[in-house]
């Protein structure tokens, strides 16, 4: 079984730049969900996708918006980078059950973004 | 959105004592977990519990779904228990959400 996968590890960008994070979902889960973990805070919900569609969104502008593909695969872009944008992006994937949508999520490594 | 509140926000251990974390919400909440923050990020699952208890060796944890608190309990610390603890669970609006974590640092 193969955990979840994002890419690229670390980045740098400029402010004003657009930037795509990738995301693999662990084997066989449907739902993927991003967030954004500035230093020495906890990770905040950015959006999740369920099926290709977005089933949920956190307190963030347009200029984050997200894809998810038939593979269940997923990006995060950013348009417009701000320096505040430099954090710890995760990606989280879980498949919800029968009983329950929300259920057990698992987090990839993440990708460190830094804008200068 | 909910409030998570988790306490102590910083906690000093010496190795092979035993530690309390507790975890708030105001409001209920679905899924909630329990993470291990390793100094490179990865946040790395310890429980996953709605409610109950459960325990996995020297680390065990309680919800009372009824009063929105979680407990985490480290017993005989060890100083590869450092690192950040965070809980978080999923809002009726859908929105999995986090405390700001608690930093756990074990001494020799």
């Known amino acids: 079984e193969t955990g979840v996968t994002q890419s690229p590890t670390h980045l740098i960008k400029t402010r004003g730049q657009q930037v795509t994070l990738r995301c693999s979902s662990q084997?066989?889960?449907?739902?993927v969900s991003w967030y954004q973990q500035a230093l020495g805070q906890g990770p905040q919900f950015i959006f999740q996708?369920?099926?290709?569609?977005?089933?949920g969104r956190g307190n963030f502008p347009p200029r984050f918006s997200g894809l998810q593909f038939p593979n269940y695969s997923s990006e995060l872009n950013v348009n417009a980078l701000e320096l505040d944008d430099s954090a710890l992006y995760l990606c989280?994937?879980?498949?919800?059950?029968?009983?329950?949508?929300?259920?057990?999520?698992?987090f990839g490594p993440g990708t460190r973004l830094t804008v200068l | 959105g909910i409030q998570v509140e988790q306490s102590p926000p910083d906690l000093i251990l010496q190795e092979g004592a035993n530690s309390t974390l507790r975890c708030n919400f105001s409001?209920?909440?679905?899924?909630l977990q329990w993470f291990h923050q390793n100094p490179w990020g990865q946040l790395i699952n310890l429980f996953y519990?709605?409610?109950g208890t459960k325990q996995n060796g020297r680390l065990s944890a309680t919800t009372v779904a009824t009063e929105r608190y979680s407990l985490l309990y480290i017993s005989s610390s060890q100083t590869t228990d450092s690192g950040v603890y965070f809980c978080?669970?999923?809002?009726?609006?859908?929105?999995?959400?986090f405390g700001a974590g608690t930093q756990v640092v074990v001494t020799p």
């Open positions: 996708y369920y099926r290709e569609e977005e089933n």
């Open positions: 409001d209920s909440v679905n899924n």
């Open positions: 978080a669970g999923t809002d009726s609006w859908g929105k999995f959400q």
């Open positions: 989280a994937s879980s498949l919800p059950s029968r009983d329950t949508f929300y259920n057990e999520q698992f």
């Open positions: 519990i709605p409610s």
């Open positions: 084997s066989g889960h449907n739902t």
